[in-house]
């Protein structure tokens, strides 16, 4: 059971150019999320998904896109990477069961666009 | 929107002292409180997860309490050790998860 991993760990851009974060669970969980993280910020969700097919929008979500084919993988695009998209990234699944909802995060995945 | 708020945002203790870490939050309307730890270069772990309807947790040398009313979070970490140094986030799970921006534990031996 590797629970959360994401690919790549840690990948540099220039700007204007594009690519796509992997997040993949095998936990069989309805919900992922991504999150950025930037010093004195704390983590700001991106976008997120409540199943397979289905994607929704969070607090920071201009210029990244998503998409959820399949229930275990959940896609993050940048299509025209920017300098102020420079975090790291973090996905998380998570399970609810009666009602309490837990996350499980992914090791991250830290993105510098020049 | 909600803000939740960690202080401080470091914090340093000798091998042995026991601690205490806060998180306030502005909107009572919510679900859960999770606290999690993140080590450098890592991912989050959940520790302790306090549904709205309790006020505490408790695992091991760790002691989450929940005030609503107060919209205030503490982590109690007994008989702190080395193994603890690490970064403490406290999350707020209301129609999405809000988090703080977490305090950094020294544990000096």
């Excluded at chain 2, 002691?63 to 193994?83: C, E």
């Amino acid at each position: 059971n590797a629970g959360v991993t994401q690919t790549p760990k840690f990948r540099v851009l220039k700007t204007g150019q594009s690519m796509t974060l992997l997040c993949a669970q095998d936990m069989n969980h309805e919900y992922m999320y991504w999150y950025r993280q930037d010093p004195g910020m704390g983590l700001r969700l991106i976008h997120y998904s409540v199943g397979e097919g289905t994607t929704a929008k969070g607090e920071v979500p201009d210029g990244y896109n998503v998409s959820r084919l399949k229930k275990q993988n959940f896609l993050l695009g940048l299509e025209s990477a920017a300098p102020s998209q420079t975090s790291v990234y973090f996905c998380a699944s998570s399970l609810s069961e009666r009602g309490v909802e837990t996350q499980y995060f992914g090791p991250g995945t830290r993105l510098l666009v020049l | 929107k909600q803000e939740v708020t960690q202080i401080p945002a470091a914090l340093s203790v000798p091998e042995g002292e026991n601690l205490v870490l806060n998180c306030s939050f502005t909107d009572s309307a919510i679900y859960n409180l999770q606290w999690f730890r993140q080590d450098p270069g890592k991912g989050l772990t959940s520790l302790l997860l306090i549904q709205s309807s309790q006020r505490e947790q408790t695992s091991g040398r760790l002691n989450a309490s929940l005030d609503k009313s107060s919209g205030r979070s503490t982590l109690y970490i007994a008989a702190s050790q080395p193994g603890d140094s690490a970064t403490y986030l406290c999350a707020l799970s209301g129609n999405q998860f809000y988090f703080g921006t977490g305090t950094s534990l020294t544990v000096i031996p």
